[in-house]
């Protein structure tokens, strides 16, 4: 079994950064590639950015150019740096990651965190 821990979510004025993280922990297994997703109240869940193994990365549009994932495989951390952060980023967090895990290709979810913007 693998758990993910976020952290770093809160409340930050428009304009205003913030930098989640995603740590996982267990044993006996490898992660492939890792991400960030979002839900905002009343919509459905979106993919922010993943990363894969390599570190080869990819963004939403409405987050280019203001949001930057990167990944420590040594510490099997996902980090999400927010800047430029406006109301509309309002939501729940969530990191994704899939692995192998004995042998299986298993996929978890982190607790969410959240981030709120205000004007």
């Known amino acids: 079994q693998v758990q993910l821990v976020e952290s770093g979510g809160g409340l930050v004025q428009a304009g205003g950064s913030l930098r989640l993280s995603c740590a996982a922990s267990?044993?006996?297994?490898?992660?492939?590639?890792m991400g960030w997703y979002r839900q905002a109240p009343g919509k459905q869940r979106e993919l922010v950015a993943p990363i894969t193994c390599s570190g080869s990365t990819n963004y939403a549009d409405s987050v280019k150019g203001r949001f930057t994932i990167a990944r420590d495989n040594f510490e099997n951390t996902v980090y999400l740096q927010m800047n430029s952060l406006k109301e509309e980023d309002t939501a729940v967090y969530f990191c994704n990651i899939d692995c192998l895990e004995s042998g299986s290709l298993r996929y978890y979810w982190g607790q969410g965190t959240q981030v709120t913007v205000s004007s």
């Open positions: 267990g044993s006996a297994f490898s992660i492939n590639a």
